[in-house]
């Protein structure tokens, strides 16, 4: 996607030999900053302090962290055990996001086949871009699937200027290796020239549509306007909410949906309303293994990101410092808890839009759409190596 004109994926290889770049999130949208990354532990550290984040993102640097790893072990008499150390230090970065494990698993599946390290590091190499480039692919996949949506809305609309979009959390091009997923259709509507606005909630407690989701629509000239968390029923009431699109950090097969904590109110609050809510994802963002949305782990997060605010101070001319502080909002001694993630089941969700199409949020629906996912349901055999990377 584009930032100041220029295209960027939010991770790639850098000409450095064993360096690998990543966009940090944690400065925008103040400050552009490119992060750097040559060890397994550099890729840990990125992944748990957030700078990078979202589903898709998060499973290709850990793809490459995996890389990394393997080059790191070449030293190493027993390398594949090296790298598996440094799988298990990956998973426990955040535990909820689901393409983290999946990405790490993917790469030993095909590093247990290599013959030495130096094999290992190739092969890395080779399975982190391709990790990556199917990520972006995908994401593309899911705005072609998602555009018929949108530009059904405006045909029903009428005079109506735009088609209004509520979304939650940062599901864009950050979140993934690029277009994102939510913001997918939302970008492809744009560019077809099917007029659409934006309501950006600021996603508290990190506030990642205010600061992530409100600054890559602005680069790509979508229309948008931040709302506080809480405006977003008020304004499905108004009439002035035609959809809410979100994404999912991790989807069972029976369409559960995992996604920043307060997605379940949104899902409410659209039912209430009549109001179509629909979550992207791609494939990679499911849970195979898992039916029921009490069953994925959701993760706590450190309380300071409730109880204080972080941003630039304005001086008296209104000159802003250039770095960040971080300002208490709540007085001693009162405590905070941070879940990071909630719930929402199935039933209320309109569809889910995946890079082979837009299904129902049931497993009887998702089977339709990758029914090699549900081999091992019925009892068939299936050799690992056979299966599908997603599963």
Not at 284 to 290: A, H
Request: a negative charge; charged letters at 25%.
């Amino acid at each position: 996607m584009l930032v100041d004109g220029k295209h960027y994926r939010t991770i790639w290889e850098s000409q450095d030999e064993g360096v690998i770049n990543v966009i940090d999130q944690r400065c925008l949208p103040f400050a552009f900053r490119i992060e750097e990354m040559r060890t397994v532990e550099e890729v840990a550290a990125v992944i748990q302090e957030m700078a990078v984040r979202g589903a898709g993102l998060i499973g290709a640097t850990a793809g490459w962290g995996m890389y990394l790893a393997a080059r790191g072990a070449r030293a190493c008499e027993d390398w594949l055990a090296e790298i598996r150390k440094a799988g298990d230090l990956l998973k426990a970065t955040r535990p909820t996001a689901v393409n983290l494990a999946w990405a790490v698993e993917r790469q030993l599946s095909a590093l247990k086949h290599c013959v030495d390290a130096k094999h290992a590091e190739m092969k890395a190499r080779q399975v982190a871009r391709a990790i990556a480039d199917e990520d972006a692919a995908m994401c593309q996949q899911i705005g072609d699937h998602g555009l018929p949506l949108i530009r059904s809305l405006a045909a029903k609309m009428g005079a109506r200027e735009s088609v209004n979009i509520l979304t939650h959390c940062n599901a864009g091009w950050l979140a993934f290796v690029d277009h994102g997923s939510a913001t997918s259709p939302i970008y492809a509507a744009h560019d077809a020239g099917i007029p659409v606005h934006v309501w950006v909630d600021e996603t508290r407690p990190r506030n990642q549509g205010a600061r992530l989701t409100a600054w890559e629509l602005a680069q790509h000239g979508v229309p948008h306007t931040l709302i506080v968390d809480n405006a977003g029923g008020h304004l499905m009431q108004e009439g002035k909410v035609d959809m809410v699109l979100t994404g999912t950090d991790r989807t069972t097969r029976g369409g559960d949906v995992a996604n920043k904590i307060g997605t379940y109110l949104k899902a409410l609050a659209a039912k209430d309303n009549g109001i179509p809510f629909y979550v992207a994802l791609p494939s990679s963002t499911f849970d195979w293994k898992i039916l029921d949305g009490s069953e994925i782990p959701v993760e706590y997060r450190d309380a300071r990101e409730v109880t204080h605010l972080e941003g630039l101070q304005l001086g008296d001319l209104g000159a802003v410092a250039e770095e960040e502080e971080s300002f208490r909002i709540v007085a001693e001694p009162t405590a905070g808890v941070n879940p990071a993630f909630d719930i929402t089941p199935a039933r209320l969700v309109s569809g889910l839009i995946t890079e082979r199409g837009v299904c129902a949020a049931s497993e009887e629906g998702i089977e339709e759409l990758f029914p090699e996912q549900f081999i091992l349901k019925t009892g068939i055999g299936t050799a690992e190596s056979e299966l599908p990377h997603n599963y």
